[in-house]
């Protein structure tokens, strides 16, 4: 099993990886705000993710299409009419619920009543607000749900200016907005979270195994990044689970502490969104594949990964409990790509000579890595802080380091400690940090 929920939340809130927003006033339980770790850690999973699927590729390329759209592009992609979850509501309590996430679809989890709900009825989940001074019906915009309209009403953009031919991908991380019913388990479920999606333009024939191409190469980038295999699944849609837009989707699950869940879904999304804005729009979005002497609408495979639920799962999955010498030490094993900070330069004491060293070996380091000095407590506890953030190496600078012109460099996972000359250290470490 993945670690306890109540750890994490704790782990994430003491260290500074995850606050709730607006603690100060009492939270807001659907928004979250990442601390000086947390962002790093965050980051470093986008960047890992914008790596994979978008430098590494010649088939790919990025975009950052802004949040307020045309409220024609959600009219067109069928969100404003079915982007939405089935509400009920307790009579007793008058608590909120979404009926398809009920354990019981009869019994109120709020105050155990039965049979008190009213008639499920449809909620959009879209935030809606207005454009401009005046507030009415002829201004609303809605903040985006998903990314991946920006990528679609930018497909012919995209497409001319970087001359892509099919197939070819549109990458894109941002934002995205939703006025969940039950927001909840910390950041898994939340209003406000981060997508990284790519839609994959292909021609019909060859969707098909482009899906299924999509699905593997997903599933293999979280394990890639060291998520027990055990611990993740894939999990095809039943017909009546699909997205108004999907053909066929797969779910990469993870085991969750309160069971599986989605992490991210692989869609076919078809032509749907391209012929839906070739009808709305008026302008001419085929493709026109000139070999083939062929015209048509390309058809879209879609991964779509939640960046704020990926880091939940990486935090989880990283959490390790161990005993050494009779006493418990506390390991957060993320991937050293992963790592919020790299490598921690520490006194042995807080003597001036050996600040001074440290200062310099510092210095040496923090234009490669994100690096953290820390001159306080026994050296022992700050070992164990380090551990508990992640950080994969400890340079420690001793009273011999001041003779010998020597530190040691100790393993998070080993705790092996190796004797390395201060000019070598940077080095040592670019070996062993792959980015
Ligand atoms: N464009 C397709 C799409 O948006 P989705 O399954 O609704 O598909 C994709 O969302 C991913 O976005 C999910 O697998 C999840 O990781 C993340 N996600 C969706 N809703 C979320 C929420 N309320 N809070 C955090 N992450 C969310």
């Known amino acids: ?51 994979s699927m978008v430098r590494m590729r010649d088939d790919v390329v990025g975009l950052d299409s802004a949040i307020l759209q045309s409220p024609e592009v959600w009219v067109a992609s069928g969100h404003l009419e079915s982007f939405s979850d089935p509400l009920v509501e307790c009579r ?60 679609f009403i930018n497909f012919e953009n995209v497409r001319r200016t970087a001359r892509m031919k099919l197939p070819f991908g549109i990458a894109q991380i941002g934002k995205a907005f939703r006025n969940e019913i039950t927001p909840g388990q910390f950041i898994f479920r939340t209003r406000e979270f981060e997508q990284m999606e790519m839609e994959y333009f292909c021609h019909p024939d060859d969707a098909a195994d482009k899906f299924q191409e999509w699905v593997g190469l997903r599933h293999r980038w979280y394990t890639d990044l060291g998520i027990t295999p055990e611990h993740l699944r894939l999990r095809e849609h039943d017909v009546d689970e699909l997205a ?11 085991l969750f502490p309160w069971g599986w869940d989605e992490l991210e879904g692989i869609a076919n999304r078809t032509d749907f969104d391209l012929r839906a804005h070739i009808e709305r729009s008026g302008e001419d979005l085929t ?19 939640g960046a704020t639920r990926a880091t939940f799962a990486f935090l989880l999955d990283a959490y390790t409990e161990e005993e050494v010498k009779g006493e418990k030490r506390v390991v957060l094993k993320l991937d050293p790509r992963l790592a919020p900070i790299k490598v921690a330069v520490l ?89």
Not at 244 to 254: L, S
Not at 288 to 303: G, K, L, S, T
């Open 287 to 305: 493709y026109f594949d000139q070999e083939a002497n062929e015209r048509f609408v390309p058809y879209v495979i879609e991964p779509s990964a």
């Open 1 to 51: 099993m993945p670690a306890d929920f109540d750890t994490i939340v704790n782990l994430a809130k003491k260290r500074g990886f995850i606050f709730q927003s607006s603690e100060i006033y009492g939270g807001l339980r659907s928004a979250y705000d990442y601390g000086p770790l947390g962002v790093e850690l965050l980051r470093n999973v986008k960047d890992q993710w914008w790596h």
């Open 347 to 435: 006194p042995l004491s807080r003597k001036p000579e050996l600040v001074e060293t440290t200062g310099r070996v510092a210095d040496a380091l923090r234009s490669r890595w994100p690096i953290e000095v820390d001159v306080t407590q026994s050296i022992g506890r700050r070992y164990r802080r380090q551990d508990e953030i992640g950080t994969p190496y400890c340079v420690t600078v001793d009273f011999d380091s001041l003779d010998d012109n020597q530190v040691t460099v100790r393993d998070r996972d080993t705790m092996a400690q190796d004797r390395i000359p201060i000019e070598g250290v940077s080095t040592y470490l670019a070996e062993r940090l792959v980015t």
């Open 244 to 254: 108004h837009y999907a053909a066929g989707t797969f779910d990469v699950e993870y």
């Open 92 to 151: 007793d309590c008058n608590s909120r619920h979404r009926l398809d996430k009920l354990k019981d679809p009869d019994k109120c989890p709020t105050c155990g009543s039965s049979g008190t709900f009213t008639e499920p009825r449809e909620f959009n989940l879209m935030f809606k607000t207005h454009m401009g001074p005046v507030e009415s019906d002829d201004n609303v915009v809605y903040l985006r749900p998903e990314t991946a309209q920006g990528i």
